[in-house]
Each structure stands twice: as structure tokens, then as C-alpha cells.
Antibody, heavy 122, light 113 residues
Framework: QVQLQQSGPGLVKPSQTLSLTCVIS??????????WNWIRQSPSRGLEWLGR?????????DYAVSVRSRLIINADTSKNQFSLQLNSVTPEDRAVYYC????????????WGQGTLVTVSS | DIGMTQSPDSLAVSLGERATINCKSS????????????LTWYQQKPGQPPKLLIY???TRESGVPDRFSGSGSGTDFTLTISSLQAEDVAVYYC?????????FGQGTKLEIK
């Protein structure tokens, strides 16, 4: 059974960097049949897909336009995990952040991490 | 981007009655080469991540009770709960995975009348 365990701070200061990690068990971050995604949820924006990474002979990255200039997603094969770094955060970035797997022949988000509520405040 | 619009925003149904939630996409999510609709439904309860219910618009995920069913094609889709149970109180979301950016409906809050 695949499980995703998120970690990272719940409070970030404005203009600083939000960093979250998602540790994978039961699957491999380098799998050629999956993608690894970050999604956030807030009352104002609902569920919003942020971006993904996946390995197909090399690493690929796709980002939502809304965060493209501020977001970096990385994979760490030695720890079987992937991460999110969102730079220059503002109070608008307050949300619950989720990591999630997509198995490409099915295409849906399953499973999800447990979620991390991130607040942006000084 | 493909816009997803659900209706209604909230719904109150009596126990044992049918609940119907609609989802409309701004463009077709049907891929003609494989005749599959890239549309999924999730259920979310407070404090939990969304849970996969239905994919390919009508395929029930393993373990999901058969009172949940999905239908529709192209741009118009429906999630039906045939006989509402107390544990079905939740927010339901549709999502398209036809193209990135993946997009979600705004959610439908289902309550007991």
C-alpha cells in the first residue's frame, strides 16, 4: 500500500520560502509510470494543482502558471521523497498543502498526503 | 485551462434518499482515441485529504460502496448517491485530468435534511 507522509513547518514569514517534503513508502519516486504532485486548498482558491515532477529517462517538471516563477519541485532518489519550495510567500499562500501520486495509466490523484496547513505571518 | 463548475454548491438530502451532484467542464474531457472521459470524483471529510471515489467518469474505485455511481460524457457529468447514508456527509469535488493544469470544481457540500 502506497503512503505519502508530509513534513515541514506550518508557519512561514512573509517574503520567505515555504518548504515541504513528501516521503514515499510503497512506491519509487523514479518510477516510470507515476508522477508526483503538489496541490493546495484554500477557501479563496479551492483545490489548486501546483505542479509535478516525474522521471522518464530524465527528470521533468511542470508548474501551474500562477506559481511558476516562485515554485521549485525536486525529487530526492536517495531518500525516496519529493519536495516543494515556494519562494516569496505572501498571506495569499495560506493554505493546506497536499502531496499526491498519479499513476499515469489511471491519471487520478491517489493516494494523498495527510496535508499541511501553512500560515504566512510575521 | 479547463474550467470545472459544479452544481449545486450545497445540497441537503434525507437519509435513504437520492443525492445528485452535477459537474460541467468548459471543454470536452473525452479522449476520442480511447473513448475515455478524464473525469474523477472525490469525497472530502473535515480534516482529511480528498478520497478517490470514481475515475474515468464512471469507474468506481475499489472499496467504494456501490450506492456511489458516476455518469456522463464530454462536458457534463453526474455523481449519484442512490441512498444517502449518514457517513456520506462530506464535500464532493469533480476534477479533470484530461490536460494540465489539472483543475477541480468548487465543491458541493452534502448534508442531511
Amino acid at each position: 500500500q502506497v503512503q505519502l507522509q508530509q513534513s515541514g513547518p506550518g508557519l512561514v514569514k512573509p517574503s520567505q520560502t515555504l518548504s515541504l517534503t513528501c516521503v514515499i513508502s510503497g512506491d519509487n519516486v523514479s518510477s516510470s509510470s507515476t508522477t508526483w504532485n503538489w496541490i493546495r486548498q484554500s477557501p479563496s482558491r479551492g483545490l489548486e494543482w501546483l505542479g509535478r515532477t516525474y522521471y522518464r529517462s530524465k527528470w521533468h517538471y511542470d508548474y501551474a502558471v500562477s506559481v511558476r516563477s516562485r515554485l521549485i519541485i525536486n525529487a530526492d532518489t536517495s531518500k525516496n521523497q519529493f519536495s516543494l519550495q515556494l519562494n516569496s510567500v505572501t498571506p495569499e499562500d495560506r493554505a493546506v498543502y497536499y502531496c499526491a501520486r498519479v499513476v499515469t495509466y489511471v491519471g487520478v490523484f491517489d493516494p494523498w498526503g495527510q496535508g499541511t496547513l501553512v500560515t504566512v505571518s510575521s | 485551462d479547463i474550467g470545472m463548475t459544479q452544481s449545486p454548491d450545497s445540497l441537503a438530502v434525507s437519509l435513504g434518499e437520492r443525492a445528485t451532484i452535477n459537474c460541467k467542464s468548459s471543454q470536452s474531457v473525452l479522449l476520442s482515441s480511447n473513448n475515455k472521459n478524464y473525469l474523477t470524483w472525490y469525497q472530502q471529510k473535515p480534516g482529511q485529504p480528498p478520497k478517490l471515489l470514481i475515475y474515468w467518469a464512471s469507474t468506481r474505485e475499489s472499496g467504494v460502496p456501490d450506492r456511489f455511481s458516476g455518469s456522463g460524457s464530454g462536458t457534463d457529468f453526474t455523481l449519484t448517491i442512490s441512498s444517502l447514508q449518514a457517513e456520506d456527509v462530506a464535500v464532493y469535488y469533480c476534477q479533470q485530468y484530461y490536460s494540465t493544469p489539472y483543475t477541480f470544481g468548487q465543491g458541493t457540500k452534502l448534508e442531511i435534511k
